[in-house]
Nanobody, 128 residues
Framework: VQLQASGGGLVQAGGSLRLSCAVS????????MGWFRQAPGKEREFVAG????????SYADSVKGRFTISRDNAKNTVYLEMNSLKPEDTAVYYC??????????????????????WGKGTLVTVSS
């Protein structure tokens, strides 16, 4: 399974970006898809996730109400719409695919170290 993230860039605070993650080599509809991010000197953290089948979404508290995750099973792609961006959102954003069924943020936090499929990341920089 290969994941290719794109859409990162430089944006001013308050602006918006949409990240995409295209998946190939597997059955996309059977994967829960997650977005994580890692800022310099910090651990990778969960941002948002969407389950397979019925598309249950989960968000970190820090992005709730500003970010929206969605998936298009016909295009094998997951998206992360990011609005009202803040300088603290600056990080490399990674997408991940996992066969487990996720229903809440705590399950993503608990399991992310055992997720096997990761994209290479796309850099988001938010200037103040």
């Amino acid at each position: 399974v290969q994941l290719q993230a794109s859409g990162g860039g430089l944006v001013q605070a308050g602006g918006s970006l949409r990240l995409s993650c295209a998946v190939s080599g597997g059955t996309f509809s059977s994967y829960s898809m997650g977005w994580f991010r890692q800022a310099p000197g910090k651990e990778r953290e969960f941002v948002a996730g969407i389950s397979w089948k019925i598309g249950i979404t989960s968000y970190a508290d820090s992005v709730k109400g500003r970010f929206t995750i969605s998936r298009d099973n016909a295009k094998n792609t997951v998206y992360l719409e990011m609005n009202s961006l803040k300088p603290e959102d600056t990080a490399v954003y990674y997408c991940a695919a996992d066969g487990r069924f996720y229903t809440d943020p705590s399950s993503w936090y608990r399991n992310y170290r055992s997720i096997n499929y990761w994209g290479k990341g796309t850099l988001v920089t938010v200037s103040s």
